[in-house]
């Protein structure tokens, strides 16, 4: 996350000269979404089911406000979960994890979230013994032989791209069955396929994806999130040659579009889209997230919600994640 928001940042800024945009280095999606709910962010990348859980009130956020004040900006890519070993370590499934060191990622981080969830619904969580540390270190630990494995969730992700050269490496392969059980403890889950094309040497794999989203607080004024929107889908292609995850941006208003008040009276159990399996989150869009000047999108009107912009100055703080993640 950290280098796809610096990329943005980058170009956005550029092009929204009276926005200050302020890039702030946190843990990945779980503090993202803590900090837009304590109002010390304006926006961040969060994962679609943090937007969810956050609303519940349940699991990293069952001591949090309810995340009411979020709103969705855009889709901003969907991510694998993914176990990384070396080709001579011996491990070769994921049953093989019992009794190794596996890196889930920096602590606060989506990462962690995603890696512990997928080794609890393949009942493995405690058959590991789990490292918490940054994903750079974690390449770096894995190539000196301190752990056995490492847990990401982006891809490309730039410390398994660094090993891959050097090194060789084995992303262990999801079963059918393991990837159901997956979907069916957690159903913000859905199967995708990793292309062949990713990493040096590692071949076509299905494993489990995550959506994972451009959320704004409420505060945030219609006109200010308009902006910044328009330069982004007008500056796509050179967000995508900073980082590739910008190529997969688009509104995605259906997840978002239903509204607040539904969401804080009464939220539904989790649900899939049919055709897609992913879950509804029941959480409004962000107040000018749909209005962008281009012409094959639906139009659609939002008010804001009784905050005034002046409120505020026109500096932005965005949550990029971990300094080392893709």
């Keep these: 996350m950290y280098y796809m928001v610096g990329v943005a940042g980058t170009e956005i800024g550029k092009a929204v000269p009276d926005v200050n ?22 926006m961040g990348i969060v994962y679609g089911s943090h937007v969810y859980m956050s609303l519940q009130q349940t699991g990293p956020f069952q001591n949090d ?11 901003a890519y969907e ?66 032989g301190q752990i056995d494995v490492f847990c990401q969730s982006s891809a490309p ?26 979907a069916e403890m957690f159903p913000f889950y859905h199967t995708g396929t990793m292309a062949k094309t990713i990493y040096k040497g590692v071949p076509e794999t299905k494993m489990p994806y995550t959506t994972v989203y451009w959320v704004a607080h409420e505060r945030v004024a219609a006109d200010v999130v308009q902006k910044i929107v328009a330069a982004a889908y007008e500056k796509q292609d050179a967000l995508a040659k900073g980082h590739k995850a910008w190529a997969q941006m688009k509104p995605d208003i ?12 009464a939220p539904r159990p989790i649900t899939r889209k049919r055709g897609l399996g992913r879950t509804e989150l029941v959480a409004p869009p962000s107040p000018g997230a749909s209005r962008r000047p281009l012409p094959e999108v639906e139009r659609m009107s939002f008010t ?15 949550g990029e994640g971990e300094p080392s993640a893709a």
Excluded at 83 to 104: E, N, W
Excluded at 112 to 137: E, R, W
Excluded at 157 to 182: G, M, S
């Design 254 to 265: 259906e997840n978002f579009k239903l509204s607040a008040r539904r969401s804080i009276q």
């Design 157 to 182: 992700a730039a410390a398994v791209t660094e090993l891959a050269e050097t090194r060789e490496i084995l992303v262990l392969p999801y079963e059918d069955a393991q990837l159901a059980k997956i």
């Design 79 to 144: 991510g694998p979960t993914y176990f990384v070993t070396l080709g001579d370590s011996g491990i070769k499934t994921l049953a093989d994890l019992a009794g190794k060191k596996v890196a889930l990622g920096p602590p606060g981080s989506g990462t962690v979230f995603n890696c512990s969830n997928i080794l609890t619904a393949l009942g493995m969580l405690d058959k590991i013994t789990p490292q918490m540390m940054t994903f750079a270190d974690a390449g770096r630990a894995l190539g000196n």
């Design 21 to 42: 945009i302020t890039q702030v280095t946190t843990g990945g999606s779980t503090e993202n979404a803590k900090r837009l709910i304590k109002g010390e962010l304006d």
């Design 65 to 75: 406000d309810k995340g009411t004040m979020l709103g969705g900006v855009a889709m």
């Design 304 to 318: 804001a919600k009784g905050h005034d912009p002046r409120e505020r100055s026109r500096r932005r703080r965005v």
